[in-house]
């Protein structure tokens, strides 16, 4: 069975990819589909952004679909980056510079205070927008200074307390395992099990 996964962010595509390895699923990503148009994230929700990204893709592409939308709320910020966290710092921004200014928007604020947690909607989607969401969410804490080398984003600065490292220092599997990302999808599963053993795509 065909699965499109609605992203070009390639961090994203390559967690799922691993999520999703021990399935029989054939994993397809946009890049596949050059010519389809990007579809503007406009949503004020998660959820908005992620059915949205998913019924707009599985109805251009004809296969069942996978989208997510996610984030870092923080508590101190009043859940902000939240929907704009991949463009906090400005929509040409990378992710260097989102960390620059989340790091300065949170400089005042106290260790006791710093409070976060990475939410997850993932969509799916058929082409005749049957749609069905599932959530997932990690907590943590943001340092003061990045640690790791791994993941993308805002992991170098999330620390997982249970750990005792960021996710970006945390190994492949164990990151999957926990995240919000894995959380989610690993909701999504029993559904996408359901498609194959009816035979859809």
Known sequence: MKLLVATGNQ???????RLLADTSLEIIGLDAFPDVPEVVEDGDT????????????AHATGLLTLADDSGLV???????????SARYAGDACDDDANNCKLMDDMEGVADDRRQAAFHCVMALAQPDGECVTFDGMIS????REPRGAGGFGYDPYFLVPEYGKTTSELPLEIKNRISHRGNALRK??????????RGKN
Do not use: D, H, T, W
């Not at 961090?11 to 990819?17: A, F, N, S």
């Not at 959820?47 to 949205?52: F, I, Q």
């Open 188 to 197: 999504v599963l029993p559904v996408l099990q359901e498609y194959a053993s």
């Open 11 to 17: 961090g994203k595509l390559k967690e799922i990819r």
């Open 46 to 57: 998660f959820e908005a952004n992620a059915r949205k990204k998913a019924i707009e893709m």
């Open 74 to 84: 923080v508590e101190a910020l009043e859940g902000a980056p939240g929907v704009i």
């Open 140 to 143: 943590g804490l943001l340092l």
